[in-house]
């Protein structure tokens, strides 16, 4: 069966008297008021650009005297929702934000997929962050649009890492990995062990992946990998061994351990370390990733 094309609904020509008066009791008096938090919030001169001749067009005829009230649920939904992002997210939240949505303007707009559109949810269109709703449920679940503001500005990223992404690394990495590169730096007998994370290619490698969900846990992940290879040299006895830190101190003249993701490791094992160079690879690929993270560093005597 073919599939069926969602066509918009004209806007109309004319609201009726008390339809306009209505929006500019409940909305317009409103407007000025609502810009204002959301410029606060952003740090930046927001306007609501809401066209009600095309959103009252999805509206049945004996609920438009209420669509400015309306129009300032959504708004309001909109609002509690970016406070929320905000908090989580941060300063890197509003700069990835104000860059995604360049015009600093909000519209509500019906979603092009028709049917399956959800009853709302947002995007970013050239430069301005909509409020979608289904054409069958305009005005529906307006307070619910938290889990919609990050998937619509991620969606519009240019480019570098993912907000998520940077968020993992800030409070899954970066604020635990000092501690772990000194316990690691007495395990080895190199207090000047490097722990490279190698953030931006194996960023990129995991952008092959079907799904983007790999990128909440981003930081996460490569601090397990380097605590799981701390257990590994602890289990393997370097660090009451002179000996086996000696050999190591030969073997990894660079001091540095780094996580890389590959194509293929040998014999298909789940992850591998291999000593190249004087740098120590922690190495998984892409479909393997976060899997049996505690093996990392595992048969690395053999090595030396």
């Known amino acids: ?3 069926t094309t969602f066509t918009p609904k004209p806007a109309l020509e004319k609201l009726p008297l008390a339809v306009r008066k209505d929006i500019r009791d409940k909305y317009d008096e409103n407007k000025a008021d609502l810009e204002s938090q959301i410029s606060t919030l952003l740090g930046t001169s927001f306007t609501l650009q809401i066209n ?3 959103v009252v067009a999805y509206v049945k005829e004996d609920s438009r005297v209420s669509i400015g009230g309306m129009f300032t649920s959504y708004v309001n939904g909109f609002i509690s929702a970016l406070k929320s992002y905000l908090e989580k997210y941060g300063e890197d939240g509003k ?3 104000n860059a995604a ?3 600093a303007q909000l519209s509500i707009n019906v979603n092009e997929q028709g049917d399956n559109g959800p009853t709302i949810s947002a995007d970013v269109k050239d430069g301005v962050y909509r409020i979608l709703f289904n054409h069958d449920r305009v005005g529906y679940n307006m307070s619910s649009q938290n889990d919609w503001i990050l998937p619509a500005i991620e969606a519009a990223a240019t480019g570098g890492f993912s907000l998520q992404a940077k968020n993992s690394i800030e409070n899954d990495y970066n604020d635990q990995i000092g501690d772990l590169q000194k316990e690691i730096g007495q395990i080895t007998g ?3 062990v490097v722990l490279d994370p190698n953030f931006e290619e194996n960023y990129e490698a995991l952008k092959a992946l079907p799904d983007t969900k790999w990128q909440a846990n981003f930081g996460k992940v490569h601090f397990s990998y380097f605590n799981g290879l701390k257990s590994q040299l602890e289990s393997q006895g370097f660090k009451k061994d002179d000996m086996l830190q ?10 540095t351990f ?3 993701i590959v194509k293929k490791t040998t ?3 789940t992850n591998e370390i291999v000593i190249d160079d004087g740098v120590a690879y922690l190495q998984t690929t892409a479909e393997r990733w976060w899997y049996n993270v505690n093996d990392m560093g595992a048969g690395i005597v053999k090595l030396l």
């Open 1 to 3: 069966m073919a599939k």
């Open 52 to 54: 009600p001749n095309e």
């Open 95 to 97: 700069a990835h934000f």
């Open 101 to 103: 949505v360049s015009k």
């Open 190 to 192: 190199m207090a000047d």
């Open 246 to 255: 000696e050999g190591l101190q030969e073997a990894l003249t660079s001091k």
């Open 258 to 260: 780094k996580i890389r």
């Open 267 to 269: 014999n298909d094992k």
